[in-house]
């Protein structure tokens, strides 16, 4: 089992930057890929970014693609999602989710386990 806490979300400007941070427990943070997902009311939940177990890959939707930045601290067990030039549409509720898998997908079957999200707006 694993267990995640999303925070940093909150209100910005557009062109503004936003960190997001996911603390990890349960089983050995080092053993799981991650990724971030976002949703709003009535859409599907989309792929933002993932990254894999030891940090020296990562993969983005294109969409955020240049603007976000996922890195991980498997010393502190946290993800973290650098979010840059925000815009009105990076408005969402972000999710923290993890695998055991090597690497992070951009699918939400492949995660079994996800925090309970951190609200981001971002105003025009």
């Known amino acids: 089992q694993v267990q995640l806490v999303e925070s940093g979300g909150g209100l910005v400007q557009a062109g503004g930057s936003l960190r997001l941070s996911c603390a990890a427990s349960?089983?050995?943070?080092?053993?799981?890929?991650m990724g971030w997902f976002r949703q709003t009311p009535g859409k599907e939940r989309e792929f933002v970014a993932a990254?894999?177990?030891?940090?020296?890959?990562?993969y983005y939707a294109d969409s955020v693609k240049g603007r976000f930045t996922i890195s991980r601290d498997n010393a502190k067990n946290t993800v973290h999602l650098q979010m840059n030039s925000l815009k009105p549409e990076d408005t969402a509720r972000y999710y923290c989710a993890a695998t055991g898998l090597n690497v992070g997908l951009p699918y939400n079957y492949n995660y079994p386990y996800w925090g309970q999200g951190t609200p981001v707006t971002v105003s025009s």
């Open positions: 990254i894999n177990r030891s940090g020296n890959s990562t």
């Open positions: 349960g089983r050995t943070f080092s053993n799981t890929a």
